[in-house]
Structure formats: structure tokens, C-alpha cells
């Protein structure tokens, strides 16, 4: 980002803070991706809360912007193993924020497997989460009964923009590893596992491409809103992935599992729009096939009877290209600030929660007031 931008970005951000002033002192820790731009919502982040660890999504790190963040905040190792162990939580958060009421501000359902334990044995008190993916709501909303509030702003309009630009992002890196090897879209055939807010949006800018889309849900109800938008809709995963020669895995809760892996046709392309940890069981790929480099983030996995290439790893294929969405990711960005600022009262019952459709309209009319004339 340049100094204007900068600057532009920043008063936005002050003015998302003076709308959502914190009710009274808190603590928070932030698990973000660090994109070139995100330097600016972790000083947000600062100036609304005591802010005592940032913990990078480990494939999303610009090394620019972890130096820039570093400067001004402490920055720590983040790893789903580690999180889902609830006596290094409750350490970990003993070692930052020991007595004070802290507010986890949470990318992907990292501390939901410990939420419970973290709630009833740390020292000082947990006011809430605010989550900022469907992958992580879901983790959230599984619990019976949860032992704190829970801001989600997965589901939030404000975010319907920056899912379908993460979908066209998704395409276009999709599409630009294929080029890299001689290959391209238009006609060719593709799955689109999950036909969520993001699967959608892939499913309908890869038919715009000239590609023929077949789209699995293990969702009965969006397999007939793919449907009636003019996609393939396949019953079982196995119909999804026989035919396909790209495989686009977009739901955020192991769209394929190591046995699946079979059912692929030989040579297809294998791309996420998440990290692998979540979206793809990997780990035991290579007891069955052996991996060859195929070019610049593209892996082949062969078999005595077939192969595929996985593209970036297995995680989100769009972070190689800067994942950019343009200033709507500012949206949901300033609605964690209204999440956090809503949980600093520290009166909101346990259980899921949303921010108020009076609050979003009040992150709009700011948004429009920065970007608007910017984009005209």
C-alpha cells in the first residue's frame, strides 16, 4: 500500500472506532492473515483493545507485513495442534493475558476445540469470540451449548462482496497455474465441492469461462439452488470427481478425505479456497502416491493406476497471487471491530450471536463515505 492509501485506510478505521468505542478496558488476541494491507486493522485492533499477541494464519504471511506488525506488536507461532490442546491454550493465553478480560478475535475455529477449558480455567475472563469464516462458525455452532459469547460475522451481508471476489480470485489462480503449464479453462470440465457463498461464486465464474460445472453438497437444500442455476448437481462425491479435470474444494470441512483421492480422474487439478489442514486430509498422500514437483506450486501425486496435481499444497491456491478483494474486505474487517467493541460490555448471554442490522448499516454508510467515491 502507498502512504495514501495508507492514510485513507487509517481514518476509516478511526472513524469504525469512534462508532464502536470498547465499553470499558479489554484485552484481545488476534489470529488474521498478514496481507500486505492488514498492518492497519491490527494498529485498529490496538487502538480499540489492549492488544497482547497477534498470531498469523502461517500460509498467509507477507514478510513486509509481519515486520511492519512486529514493530508495534508481539507476534506468535500459530498451529491447529497446538490449539486444540487445552492445557497449552490455557498456558499460552496465562502467558499473555493473565487476569484481565480478553476477547479472542478468531479466523477458522482455532480455539473452539478448547473453549470450554479455556472459559473455566483461565485467570481472567473470557468475554467472547468473534469468528470470522463459515468454517469457524461451524466449529463454534457444534458445541451443545457454548460457554461464552460468540460474535460470527461468517454469514454477515457485509461479507457477501468479499465471497464472491474471493471466488473470482480462487478462478483466476486456478486458472493461471493451468496457463503455466500449457493448459487452460474453456472446455474443459470441473467440480466445485461445496456449493456455499464461495462455491457458488466459483461455480458460476468458471461456467462463465466456458467451463462445464458439476457441483456436490452433502446439503440436499443447496444441491437444488445449484439446480435451479443451471449447474450439474451430483448426489454422491464419487459422480462429482470422476469426470472432472479440476476439482475446486470449498468447504471448509475435509471436502476430501485420503480415500477420495481415489476416485479422481487421472490427471486432474486439485485446488482449495482454504488452508489444507481444513479442507483437504493430506497427511497419508504419500504412503500411496509418490510427489513430484510439476512446476512453480503445482505437486504431482502418481499411483501405479493414476495421478493428480495439487495446486499450492493443498491450501488456498488464490494467497499465490495476493488473495486480493479490493477494499470490501474492510467491511468485515470493521465488523470484528463492532464484534469486539459489542463484547467489551461484557453482558451478552453464551450462545452465537450477530451484530445488529443497524450496526452494519452504520459500517456501510462509513465504508461508503471512504471508498465509494475512490471507486467511481
Known sequence: ??????????????DVVTQFPAER???????????????????????????RAVLPKPKSICPTALEAVERTAICDPLSRETFSDPAAVVAYLESRAAGLPVVLLDI????????????????GRVLGVVEDTENGHRRYAGPDKLPCPVISVARSPLKDPEDFLVGQSV????EALLRARGG???????SVIGFGKLGSSIARLLHAKGVQVTVHDIDPVRGTQALSQG???????????????????????????????????????????TSAEDELEIERLPETYALTPA??????YSSSSRSFYLCNGGNAVNFLHGASVGPFIFLVQAEI????????????????????????AAIASTWLDHFNRRMS
Open 1 to 14: 500500500m502507498n502512504d495514501l492509501d495508507t492514510r485513507r485506510l487509517s481514518a476509516y478505521f478511526d
Open 25 to 51: 478496558p479489554t484485552a484481545s488476541l488476534l489470529i488474521t492473515h498478514l496481507l500486505p494491507e492488514r498492518p492497519v486493522f491490527v494498529d485498529a485492533v490496538a487502538g480499540l483493545s489492549d492488544l
Open 108 to 123: 477458522g475455529g482455532y480455539f473452539a476445540p478448547s473453549l470450554s477449558e479455556i472459559c473455566d480455567r483461565f485467570s
Open 171 to 174: 478462478v483466476f489462480s486456478t
Open 184 to 190: 487452460i479453462l474453456v472446455g474443459r470440465k470441473a
Open 231 to 273: 449447474f450439474s448437481v451430483a448426489a454422491r462425491l464419487e459422480d462429482a470427481l470422476e469426470p472432472a479435470d479440476i476439482a475446486v474444494c470449498a468447504t471448509g470441512a475435509k471436502a476430501l478425505r485420503h480415500d477420495d483421492f481415489a476416485m479422481l480422474k487421472d490427471g486432474a487439478y486439485v485446488a482449495t479456497v
Open 295 to 300: 512446476g512453480d506450486h503445482i505437486t504431482r
Open 337 to 360: 471491530l463492532a464484534g469486539l467493541s459489542r463484547l467489551s460490555r461484557g453482558d451478552l448471554a453464551p450462545g452465537l450471536h450477530e451484530i445488529s442490522a443497524q450496526d452494519r
